[in-house]
């Protein structure tokens, strides 16, 4: 399983001893080769035991009803950063970063109750014009009959706004918040820069001492409704800079939250649109399915490809018995494949008739906190690319995607505006 991509996966998936698949390996996302790899999972081995995986041995869970089984579970499976949180890789005691993603109740609750009222119906309506007003912008500014990056110039530079917005960072540093959202999440085999935990280690470093002199700034002045006046002045976080993992830990977490889920949903769109022509067609005739399409969008790219818990006791599930302390990988990713729950899983279906039925979000406490204004960027965005009336954005090469299992991003696709 961890030796170089085959030329045909799915041959490739049927020749591999049940035994010996490991669906943690990140060549199987950044080479897009995943799908008959879950496809034999689900239907052969649902929950499956891989002993000698790249990250170490672990469960995986590959169908939706047991993946919301383990999900909203959250007493059976723990989330907690100290019993190994919830990535495949396993981080040294001294080196893990808790957030209340990674943290179980009562903790997990107090420290997400800060936060929340940033994502809030009214506070969501208030961002609606700003988020608008940028959009067209971006997309004004956009080269006709020429090819250029659609993740540079559009999905990153709107959801780089939005987070500036969010952390009422300075604006013309933005991009800084983008670098180190990467540089937190980038696999340090990937062959990229950030080759080791010291050198990742050491830029973040940087990012925590710029947030740490806008913390105090923000804890010196009354409320305000961003994300660090809320957890300066909240009464469950505002002492977090006394306990630096920690206060690393959430703020790296919102970032990446607002970054990665909406980045990649933006390109995976345009992928989407390109490979089903039909529905953009039908999108173009009928925009009023844009509020359809945005969750089909969410399922179809599944930005977040797995979420990990640990077993607090003995479990069963579909038969099998999960040990305490076992590791258990939730891939979403096979979840929103699953022809049990969803009907044409592979198929891009912007009518579907239950479009938010997708565990991209995931469930139970540790759903997304941010899932509603995700949603909203996406849909302002098609609402002002249907406005404009243009043809059709040509995707002109395939996309570059990263070397990642958590993560299902796009770091670069080439596309035109006809002219």
């Not at 999905?155 to 991009?175: H, I, K, N, S, Y």
């Not at 002045?221 to 690393?248: C, K, N, V, Y």
């Not at 009023?288 to 979420?307: A, D, K, Y």
């Amino acid at each position: 399983m961890n030796a170089p991509v085959q030329a045909d996966p799915r041959a490739d998936a049927q020749s591999v001893p049940l035994s010996q698949i490991d669906v943690s390996d990140p060549h199987l996302y950044q080479d897009d080769t995943w799908r008959p790899w879950f496809e034999r999972l689900r239907r052969e081995d649902p929950v499956h035991r891989c002993e000698n995986g790249m990250y170490g041995a672990y469960w995986s869970v590959t169908r939706y009803r047991d993946i919301m089984a383990v999900d909203t579970n959250h007493e059976a499976f723990s989330s907690d950063a100290y019993m190994g949180g919830i990535v495949l890789r396993d981080l040294p005691v001294d080196k893990r970063r808790p957030s209340f993603i990674s943290m179980d109740p009562p903790k997990h609750d107090e420290q997400r109750k800060t936060v929340s009222p940033i994502v809030a119906p009214g506070n969501l309506a208030r961002m609606a014009d700003t988020i608008r007003e940028r959009t067209n912008k971006v997309l004004d500014s956009l080269p006709r009959g020429e090819t250029f990056d659609w993740v540079d110039l559009v999905a990153v530079e709107l959801t780089t706004m939005m987070l500036a917005t969010l952390f009422d960072f300075p604006f013309e540093e933005r991009r800084k918040l983008t670098y180190w959202s990467n540089v937190a999440t980038v696999n340090t085999r990937a062959g990229t820069e950030v080759d080791s935990e010291e050198k990742r280690n050491e830029i973040l470093d940087v990012a925590m001492a710029e947030f740490r002199a806008l913390w105090e700034e923000r804890a010196k002045q009354d409320p305000r409704p961003d994300l660090i006046s809320m957890l300066a002045h909240g009464e469950a976080t505002r002492d977090l800079p006394t306990r630096p993992h920690e206060f690393m830990g959430n703020l790296l977490l919102l970032v990446v939250g607002g970054n990665d889920t909406t980045r990649n949903s933006m390109s995976g769109s345009l992928l989407a649109m390109n490979q089903f022509p039909d529905e953009f067609r039908k999108l173009k005739d009928n925009p009023g399915l844009i509020p359809s399409m945005v969750p089909e969008v969410i399922r179809w790219q599944t930005p977040v490809i797995h979420m990990r818990r640990t077993a607090t006791r003995d479990v069963e599930l579909a038969g099998k018995t999960i040990r305490a302390g076992d590791k258990v990988a939730m891939w979403y990713i096979s979840g929103n494949r699953d022809e049990d729950a969803i009907e044409r899983p592979d198929d891009f279906i912007i009518d579907r008739p239950r479009p938010r039925q997708h565990l991209s979000f995931g469930f139970g406490i540790h759903r997304c906190v941010g899932n509603r204004l995700a949603e909203m960027q996406l849909m302002i965005l098609w609402e002002e690319i249907l406005r404009r009336d243009w043809k059709m954005i040509e995707v002109m090469g395939p996309p570059v995607r990263t070397y990642s299992n958590l993560l299902r991003s796009i770091s670069s696709l080439p596309v035109r505006i006809p002219a």
